[in-house]
C-alpha cells in the first residue's frame, strides 16, 4: 500500500517544551470506510515497526485475516522520532535543510498521539471502531484513550502498561548506553551511531524473548564447540538487520519516548487515569515476557472500568504479541463475543 504524508497546519507544541514547526506523519490506509463511517481500525505500531501494519502483523492484518480490508478501513500511521516518513531526527528542517539529530527535541507518548489525533481530525474520522496497539504501540493507544474517551468504541491492548517500568527504563538504558559507547554516534551523520546500534538491539533482545526460546532455537547440537556459538551469531545477525533499516538517532529518541510514559502524570496518578477509559477494553499478557509482565496488564484490566483480561502462554516472551497471531485471534473472537451478546 502506498505511504501517505500528513504535514500538521500548525506546530505542534511538546510535553517537554518547544515544538516541532512542521511536523509530518506519515499513515497508511486499508479498505474502505464504509456510509455509517463506523468500521475504523486504528492500529499503533511498536518501537522499531513502520505504518504497514500488515508487513510487520500479517497474522492480524490484510485480506483474510482477522481486520480484513474487505470489512474495516484500517489506518497505521508512524510515530514521530521515527524513520519511517514522519518527522524525526533525520529528517531536514525545511528552514534551514539540515537534520537534527542529537538536538532533536525529547519527546514522549502524549507528543505521539498529540500528532495522531491531528490525523485522525483530517481524516475527518469522528468515532474509532477499534484501537489496537502492543508495547509501545500500547502506550501510544491507552493515553489516546485517555484522551479520548468518546471516540473509541473498543480498545485492544497487548504486552504493554500503564507507566513504563523501572525495570524497562533500565534496559532502554543500557541500550543508550551502547549506542553512546560508539563514538561515531557524536558525528551527527546518519550511519552515526551503527555499530551501537547493533550491540543495542542484542541488549534488546534479551528482553524480548525468553530463556525456553532460546534454548529451542539457540542450542548447539554438539558438546564439542569452545567457540562460534549460533547463539551468538543470532545476537551479531538481529543487529546487524536492524541496524540496516533503523538509525541510532530514532532509537534513542522513540526509547526515550516509552521511559516517560506514564498515564497517571498530572492526573491524579495512574488508577484515576485508567478510570477515565470508556472504550469496552480486551487486555492481552505473555506469560513469558520479562519486559512488560502479566502484573502490568492485570493493573490495567483492573482499573479500567469493565475491561476483559486475557494471557497467552508463549514461549516467545514479549514479541509473541508479533507472533502468537492465532491466540490473539481467539482472544479478539471471545471478546467480541462477549462484548456484543449483551
Known amino acids: 500500500m502506498p505511504t501517505h504524508h500528513f504535514q500538521l497546519p500548525h506546530p505542534l507544541p511538546l510535553e517537554n517544551g518547544g515544538q516541532l514547526t512542521h511536523p509530518t506523519v506519515a499513515y497508511q490506509t486499508w479498505g474502505q470506510l464504509n456510509a455509517a463511517r463506523d468500521n475504523v481500525v486504528w492500529v499503533c505500531h511498536a518501537l522499531t515497526a513502520n505504518a504497514d501494519a500488515a508487513d510487520w502483523w500479517p ?76 508495547s509501545l504501540g500500547g502506550q501510544q493507544a491507552i493515553e489516546w484513550a485517555v484522551q479520548q474517551p468518546a471516540v473509541f468504541e473498543n480498545l485492544v ?108 502524570r498530572g492526573r491524579g496518578g495512574v488508577a484515576a487515569a485508567l478510570g477515565r477509559v470508556r472504550a469496552r477494553t480486551l487486555v492481552i499478557g505473555i506469560t513469558s515476557d520479562v519486559l512488560f509482565p502479566v502484573a502490568e496488564q492485570q493493573e490495567l484490566a483492573r482499573h479500567i472500568p469493565g475491561a476483559m483480561y486475557a494471557e497467552m502462554d508463549s514461549t516467545y516472551g514479549h514479541d509473541g504479541f508479533l507472533l502468537e497471531a492465532a491466540q490473539i485471534i481467539r482472544f479478539l473472537e471471545r471478546f467480541h463475543a462477549l462484548t456484543y451478546a449483551h
Not at 532502554?172 to 555499530?195: C, H, I, K, M, W
Not at 536492524?242 to 538517532?249: G, I, S
Request: one cysteine or more.
Open 59 to 134: 497474522g492480524l492484518v490484510g485480506p483474510g485475516r482477522y481486520f480484513d480490508p474487505a470489512d474495516w478501513f484500517i489506518v497505521c500511521a508512524n510515530v514521530l522520532g521515527s524513520c519511517y516518513g514522519s518527522t524525526g531526527p533525520l529528517t531536514p528542517d525545511p528552514e534551514t535543510g539540515q537534520a537534527a539529530f542529537q538536538a532533536f527535541p525529547l519527546l514522549t507518548v502524549r507528543d505521539m498521539v498529540a500528532a495522531h489525533e491531528a490525523l485522525r481530525t483530517e481524516l475527518g474520522l469522528a468515532r474509532v471502531h477499534t484501537l489496537v496497539g502492543g
Open 157 to 264: 491492548l497487548l504486552a504493554t502498561n500503564a507507566r513504563h517500568s523501572a525495570w524497562g527504563i533500565a534496559f532502554n538504558e543500557a541500550q543508550r548506553l551502547a549506542v553512546f559507547a560508539d563514538p561515531t554516534y557524536q558525528q551527527n551523520t546518519p550511519s552515526g551511531g551503527a555499530a551501537g546500534l547493533r550491540a543495542a538491539r542484542a541488549v534488546a533482545l534479551l528482553s524480548y524473548r525468553s530463556y525456553p526460546a532460546y534454548g529451542r532455537t539457540q542450542t548447539e547440537p554438539t558438546d564439542e564447540l569452545l567457540t562460534d556459538f549460533r547463539a551468538a551469531a543470532y545476537q551479531r545477525y538481529q543487529g546487524d538487520k536492524l541496524a540496516a533499516r533503523f538509525d541510532a538517532y530514532s532509537y534513542v529518541t522513540l526509547t526515550r519516548a516509552m521511559d516517560s510514559h506514564n498515564v497517571g
